[in-house]
């Protein structure tokens, strides 16, 4: 459950700028899996819309490429090029595993998005999937 909300991360501006980023990770899973957690997405950004203004600034996929690492992922990339012009100020991801497997990728792509201050916060699906749960 999220402790508190985006706009403490985000400033004070009137609307949060969402980017969403899906990837499913072989050709032998179902090519169905980005369109499905970009649907989540949308939804849970539908959502956050009612409460914190979320607008959804862009879209970001990688298909049938590993989560190993971000160098051979074209929308990765995209989003941390993007990130860096500032387009948008939350990134939303089914899970922190959709961006990357490896963690010290992980600490890479939020230092460089947190270090030029256009991304006060990454959410996945793991922040959302639970709120109300008392666990």
Known sequence: MLATS??????T?????????????????NPRSVDDQLQLLGEYAARE????????VGTYHDSAISGSSIIRRPGIQA???????????IVASEAMDRISR??????????VCRFAYL??????QASYRNEGDDE
């Not at 985006?6 to 400033?11: E, M, Q, T, W």
């Not at 989003?79 to 100020?89: H, N, S, V, Y």
């Not at 490896?102 to 230092?111: A, F």
């Open 13 to 29: 501006q009137d609307v949060i700028r969402v980017a969403l980023y899906a990837r499913y990770s072989s050709e032998l899973q």
């Open 79 to 89: 989003l941390m090029e993007e990130a860096k012009r500032g387009k948008f100020d």
């Open 102 to 111: 490896d963690q010290g990728e992980i600490s890479y792509i939020y230092k």
């Open 119 to 124: 991304i006060r916060r990454l959410y996945h």
């Open 6 to 11: 985006p706009l403490a991360y985000c400033g």
């Open 49 to 56: 819309r009612a409460r914190d203004n979320w607008k959804i």
